[in-house]
């Protein structure tokens, strides 16, 4: 009679075929094993513990082994106290990796979150374990409990018997009372840098007969964002991708609708260079190519990180591979561009992120999302935007445009004729050529020094003025080094040595003060005319915002015409 063959073994997704069961199988938590390391061999284990990270980090892993490390027994059944390595063999470690151990509750806060769940667990430890060493309450998403529910742990965390421990996990440690932190022993699960989860998936990969290129890895350990168990899924993935054959970076990019780096650093040289044109058709083509719009644009952003790491460290590593072609290139382009224009290019690409997420369609929004990019680009610094409106400059335009208005009024005479500027003093004239106050802020805005003239004309008492020296009496909101920058611009500026002063008292009202008070004086008199009292009276609440003269002195008013001749 022929033998039943046996029946096929279902298939384990890899993530939980290597999932760790004791802390050598952690990697990139070294800090964490440690640290219980030294506990558990002095005997000084916590009665509750406090596992916090980003989602899928390993927080839920990492507290069944610690649960298994209380609870282990030895593959003899000997073991009498708790282990930092536990056999995974003993009744306590299996049924502990099975989720059947009754001396070991896992409870979800996010949908058990009330005060009667708690109320379960209190009248829980009160009576000692069955099967186990150790009662151990694990509660995922410990933030999300109720305050009622907080409060009822308190009491129980605060004195717990000896045979119970708690472990907690949580993603919003801030949302965690402080009066259940202090009484936890915390420990802040790290991502794992992505070279380490390469090396990692490269072993697993000769585990399972699986060839796979480095940079396939490479690009697998970055899109897993520091997760393990993320990366074994998506290693899953590539390995049902390759059907048999060597998984490639481009099948791995493929995959995850990746944009080749050299190609995202192509677009932004373009962009940053003004050739619009070109950067939209290489958009066009990673996205024939599969390439996800969002994508791009985060690739975008990881160009723009690593070309700013670049120019301020230029050892920085980061998006591109210190040895590839690309971070050469990379470098070169760091160095012709400036740290404000980095900048400015992270802010757009940042809320364009958002923008291409939203979007009906992604690849219209990215489009936009670079010609916004592009025109960005051939604008000016801020800074010199700035000071140029500051002294009375027009503001430069886009390439082919006029130039915008400085948005300063034109100074008119009493006939509504626009007054001639003064010019401003040239730079290096002599000190006797500065008789006031006013001749200062005048050299000032000639020698673009925005922050000095606005200084002069608000915080400035002055007391005495002559060539060569000046005292005044700073105002309380001044600068603390004005009269040290004053002195030093005025010998740059004139080329001969001034003698600035500070007096503790007196001093004129500063210019800015003495505006006001013309203005005042003006406003007063004007309110005064009986007209204009008259309206005043007549609109309760109406204000003068403004005084103008609107006709001039020696322009007679024209006489009305009339009706009949005479």
Not at 542 to 549: G, L, M, Q, S
Request: overall charge neutral.
């Amino acid at each position: 009679m022929a033998k039943t063959p046996a029946p096929a073994q279902p298939y384990r997704v890899l993530a939980r075929k290597y999932r760790p069961t004791d802390f050598t199988g952690l990697i990139g938590q070294e800090a964490l094993v440690r640290t219980l390391s030294s506990a558990f061999a002095t005997g000084r284990i916590a009665h509750a513990f406090m596992l916090t990270g980003v989602r899928v980090v390993g927080k839920t892993t990492t507290a069944r082994i610690i649960a298994r490390a209380l609870n282990c027994i030895g593959a003899d059944g000997k073991g009498a106290a708790p282990t930092i390595q536990p056999c995974g063999v003993c009744e306590p470690c299996t049924s502990i990796s099975e989720s059947r151990n009754v001396d070991v509750q896992e409870m979800d806060a996010a949908s058990r979150t009330g005060i009667d769940d708690i109320r379960e667990i209190i009248e829980g430890v009160r009576y000692a374990p069955i099967a186990a060493r150790y009662k151990v309450y694990i509660i995922d998403e410990v933030h999300m409990l109720s305050k009622q529910a907080f409060n009822g742990l308190l009491k129980t965390l605060e004195e717990p018997p000896p045979h119970v421990k708690f472990v907690f996990a949580t993603t919003e440690i801030r949302k965690v009372p402080v009066t259940v932190l202090s009484r936890c022993q915390r420990f802040d699960l790290r991502r794992i840098d992505s070279a380490e989860l390469a090396a990692y998936l490269a072993v697993l990969a000769d585990k399972e007969n699986v060839k796979i290129e480095e940079g396939a890895l490479a690009l697998i350990a970055r899109a897993a964002e520091g997760s393990a168990r993320d990366s074994l899924s998506l290693l899953d993935q590539a390995i049902a991708h390759g059907e048999g054959e060597t998984i490639t970076a481009d099948t791995v990019r493929l995959m995850l609708g990746l944009a080749d780096r050299g190609r995202v650093l192509d677009i932004f040289e373009k962009l940053m260079g003004g050739n619009l044109a070109e950067a939209l058709g290489d958009l066009g083509g990673l996205y024939d190519a599969g390439a996800d719009p969002l994508a791009v644009v985060q690739d975008l952003l990881e160009t723009t990180h690593f070309l700013t790491r670049v120019k301020v460290a230029p050892a920085a590593q980061g998006f591109f591979d210190g040895g590839s072609g690309e971070a050469k290139r990379a470098a070169d382009l760091a160095a012709k561009l400036s740290v404000a224009s980095l900048t400015r290019a992270w802010q757009i690409l940042l809320k364009g992120l958002f923008e291409v997420r939203d979007a009906t369609r992604p690849i219209s929004a990215c489009e936009m999302v670079l010609i916004r990019l592009a025109h960005a680009a051939e604008l000016p610094p801020t800074d010199k935007l700035v000071k140029d409106f500051l002294d009375g400059g027009a503001v430069p335009a886009p390439r082919g445009g006029a130039a915008a208005p400085s948005g300063r009024p034109v100074p008119s005479g009493p006939s509504g004729a626009a007054m001639p500027a003064r010019a401003p003093m040239p730079e290096g004239a002599p000190s006797a050529s500065i008789r006031n106050l006013e001749d200062i802020i005048a050299l000032a805005a000639a020698n673009n020094a925005p922050i000095l003239r606005v200084a002069l004309e608000n915080y400035i008492h002055l007391v005495h003025l002559e060539p060569g020296r000046i005292e005044f009496r700073p105002h309380a909101r001044a600068p603390r080094t004005l009269a040290g920058d004053l002195q030093q611009k005025l010998r740059d500026w004139t080329g001969e040595r001034w003698a600035v002063s500070i007096a503790s008292t007196g001093g004129a009202p500063t210019l800015a003060e003495q505006k006001q008070s013309a203005k005042t004086a003006r406003f007063e008199a004007v309110a005064q005319d009986p007209l204009v009292r008259a309206v005043l009276d007549r609109f309760p609440g109406a204000e003068i915002v403004a005084v103008r003269d609107t006709i001039a002195p020696d322009v007679a008013a024209p006489m009305p015409e009339s009706d009949s001749e005479s």
